[in-house]
């Protein structure tokens, strides 16, 4: 991949200058369904049918989808709409089959793009072929993993490549269900500025009342599109049935979406914007002169503890201080969880520098 090739034409095409919006049911289940949902889709002015035919579930025993059947479906469902369609594929024969029943996009899901031999394979299937291929990102937040993905396919000669950002899982209790982790996808987009990368609020949120909010939230940050799971009965879906939205709730959903306007241009604006930055810019030299300082005086404390023999961790004075930086925190109402990863850090590197402070002494 390189930061110079262009890679967004065929989403242009597709979309103009406006979000792509791909939507669909989790699964195919039924021929009936899916058309139901592609006529609903279409209503909503969505771009793109999406469908699960074959599914890739976590613990056996759970539907796994309905399986070549449902190309037939999604095929003719677009046909129907004059909708495009898009379906995930995870091996070379997933691919060869919705390569003949001309599905439009193929996407790569986030379990297949963590593994390379996996990729490869569909990769090497995809030899010769003019599709829309789009990977999702890895299960794990690991940028050079999903890169490598997109390197693979792009390799096999696919032009028209696409990411989609579905979130990072967490053994953490959270209110995702896959966290967002925001700044992979917007590191991505720094290194290969024209990647079409479409925002999945869906498989991040886990619940359909939290779409609308993700999404917002990935068209201020200027994402390409998105990927919306939706279905005409979610309450009875076979898959993610607590995440799908219905047609009419994704109608609503595109109406709410606010598109900030490119206003690069307005003087005034530009204006307002460099004062703030300014100020902004002028704070973070205090906030680094403060972490100075603060470094300055974890020298002299390690000095001290070296000449009269004390141990670099203290627990009790550490406890004193996450407790001391909480309180302080709900004062000054700021996120207490942001202020504790702050300190942790602050604290690992505190005791990094005593441990040197102590070896310099030692050497003497
Ligand atoms: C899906 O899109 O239905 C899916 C299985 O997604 P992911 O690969 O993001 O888990
Ligand atoms: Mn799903």
Known sequence: MTRERKYDHW???????????????????????????????????????????????TRPGNFEGVGAIGLEWLKNAGKETGLLTATEVANPTHVELALQHDIDILWIGARTTVNPFAVQEIADALQGVDTIVLVKNPVNPDLALWIGALERIEKAGIQKLGAIHR?????????????????????????????PIINDPSHISGKNEMVFDIAQTAIQLKF????????????????????????????????????????????????????????????????????AQREAKTKEIAALKFLENISIYQKERW????????????????????????????????LKIQHQVFKEKEQE
């Open 11 to 57: 989403i242009k095409e597709i979309s103009g200058n406006i979000p792509l919006v791909i939507a669909g049911p989790c699964s195919a289940e039924t021929e009936e369904q899916v058309l139901k949902t592609a006529i609903g889709v279409k209503k909503a002015r969505g771009n793109v049918l999406r469908a699960g035919i074959w599914k890739p579930r």
């Open 167 to 195: 979130g990072f899982s967490s053994y953490k209790k959270m209110k995702y269900r896959n966290e967002p982790l925001w700044q992979i996808p917007i590191d991505l987009k720094t290194k290969y500025p024209s990647l």
């Open 224 to 291: 390409d599109g998105l990927m919306i799971e939706t279905h005409i009965n979610p309450p009875k879906a076979w898959s993610d049935a607590r995440q799908q939205v219905t047609p009419e709730q994704l109608d609503e959903i595109i109406t709410r979406l606010e598109i900030p306007k490119d206003r690069a241009f307005d003087p005034a604006l530009l204006k307002s914007l460099k004062l703030l930055r300014d100020e902004i810019d002028e704070l973070d030299r205090d906030l680094i002169e403060i972490l």
């Open 319 to 350: 406890l004193d201080i996450l407790n001391k930086t909480q309180n302080f925190a709900q004062e000054k109402q700021i996120d207490k969880n942001f202020i504790n990863q702050i300190y942790r850090l602050l604290h690992q590197e505190s």
